[in-house]
């Protein structure tokens, strides 16, 4: 039986027709380009850019704040500080940030930007010692006052509570006798202050309880008049005061009668304090009257720049009693808020250049953090400043590491610059990093390079740039760019231009 078999034709392929793509026609002639412009882009509030929608995209950080720079990523504006993340968000559970980052990366940039806008909320920026200085021009621009201190520039006297002993003179009542109480214990921590950067260790409990006693004494001498004089009582008064004897002071020296006990029990205190009276080497600048007082209706900034590096004992007094002098006046202003006889004020408080004074003796943490816990009031920022972890891990004492970090701890924010890779592990132990932010902090911490074109050298890689970090929440990094007027008032090489 033959099979048949049908012989199946090809039939030609129909060609293509070519189809447009999203960047033009294909093929030659076509003019498909090779790229594709990025769409512009505006920021707007949600009632602006509704209508827009789809094409609206939301900004991933709050818009509350001072505007800080763009975000590293999204491009989006970052508004960031202490007073209105706290104040308006919620976002912090105090106050307060804390700055690291290697030298020359912008550190006191970022905090003049928030003090310059925090201004312009109404929030008085306050500069407690100005050592390069960075803060003058700005304070100066925006009307406020500055205040120099150093050899042959102005005094400080430590025993002035300026503002407060005036505002305690309107209260009444309970009031007056907190802020009085206040006004003795910063007096006292300030003294001891003093004494431990001389000696580069704390007094001891027995002398700090004569300086308690004695400074009692001579309150009662100048508020009854006995002092002869109607002013303000410094160092040297209250070292007449531990010469003269007092029955209260020699009850506290536990001399047991015997007067020659005493003067053993003494001669060390009295030879640390005499040595602040003008020929030792903190000069005599918190022995004398204050030169100009602090005013609490206007920005402030303490300028210690005359002081120079090398009088590195000095600048951790300057600092110290800076801090001290600015609490007190913060505390008082305060205090006449709340019984309503001024109105209510609040304040930026900058502590640049931390590090010096932890590392100016032991025992100083104490003081620092006696100071920053007297004035947790709502409505006051502060900006605590310094180079990096290790400059508080590098105190000799254990307990003074601790309690350094705990500053890092309690602090609302971290605002991180450019950091080295040795860095991390101590900065892990206080600040959730992930590995990305890592990498990105160390990367920000490179060397600048040699500009050939321009025949000098190029800026380091992370000037300007700076990462936010809120507890366990994701990092925020931005850059910084200065404009025309920001650069005018933040000059820090004024003496090299011609």
Not at 145 to 168: C, F, K, T, Y
Not at 262 to 271: K, Q
Not at 345 to 364: H, I, K, P, S, T
Request: net charge positive.
């Amino acid at each position: 039986m033959a099979r048949s078999t049908k012989t199946k034709t090809k039939q030609p392929r129909q060609p293509r027709q070519p189809r447009p793509t999203s960047r033009g026609w294909p093929g030659p002639g076509g003019g498909m380009v090779g790229y594709v412009d990025p769409a512009p882009e505006w920021r707007g509030t949600s009632v602006q850019v509704c209508g827009l929608w789809p094409f609206g995209a939301g900004s991933g950080t709050p818009m509350v704040g001072v505007p800080l720079g763009r975000d590293l990523e999204s491009g989006a504006t970052v508004c960031c500080d202490p007073v209105s993340w706290f104040m308006r968000t919620g976002l912090l559970a105090n106050p307060s940030m804390f700055v690291l980052g290697r030298p020359g990366l912008g550190k006191s940039t970022v905090v003049r930007r928030m003090a310059l806008g925090l201004s312009g909320y109404g929030v008085h920026p306050l500069i407690f010692g100005d050592l390069k200085p960075d803060y003058v021009d700005l304070i100066r621009a925006i009307g406020g006052q500055v205040i120099s201190l150093g050899r042959g520039r102005g005094n400080l006297n430590v025993l002035d509570p300026g503002e407060s002993l005036h505002a305690a003179s309107r209260l009444t009542g309970e009031a007056r006798n907190r802020l009085l109480a206040e006004i003795h214990g910063r007096r006292l921590h300030m003294v001891s202050a003093l004494v431990t950067i001389l000696r580069s260790g704390p007094p001891t409990d027995r002398e700090e309880t004569i300086l308690s006693a004695a400074l009692n004494v001579l309150d009662d001498r100048h508020s009854s008049g006995t002092s002869g004089q109607n002013r303000v009582p410094v160092l040297g008064d209250l070292v007449q005061v531990i010469k003269d004897a007092p029955e209260s002071v020699r009850a506290v020296a536990l001399d047991r009668g015997d007067i020659n006990r005493y003067r053993d029990v003494t001669e060390n205190l009295e030879a640390s304090l005499t040595a602040l009276l003008g020929d030792g080497r903190l000069g005599g600048t918190f022995a004398s009257p204050t030169t100009e007082p602090m005013k609490l209706d206007r920005p402030v900034c303490f300028d210690v720049s005359g002081i120079d590096d090398s009088e590195v004992l000095l600048q951790a007094a300057a600092l110290l009693s800076c801090w001290s002098y600015g609490f007190g006046a913060v505390s008082a202003a305060h205090a006449l808020a709340d019984a309503g006889l001024e109105p209510q004020r609040n304040y930026f408080l900058v502590m640049d250049e931390l590090w010096r004074v932890l590392q100016a003796g032991r025992g100083l943490v104490d003081r620092v953090n006696a100071l920053t816990r007297l004035d947790r009031q709502r409505g006051v920022g502060l900006a605590m400043i310094t180079h990096s972890i290790d400059d508080l891990m590098a105190l000799p004492a254990e307990e003074d590491r601790t309690k350094a970090k705990g500053f890092v701890e309690r602090a609302g924010m971290v605002v991180c610059a450019g950091l080295p890779p040795a860095e991390m592990p101590q900065l892990s132990q206080v600040v959730e990093l992930t590995e990305a932010e890592k990498r990105l902090l160390t990367d920000w911490s490179t060397p600048p390079a040699w500009d050939a074109a321009n025949g000098r050298r190029a800026d380091p890689p992370g000037l300007g740039n700076f990462l936010i970090k809120v507890g366990s929440r994701p990092g925020i990094p931005l850059r910084v760019d200065l404009t025309a007027a920001e650069t005018r008032v933040n000059n820090t090489n004024k003496r090299w231009n011609k």
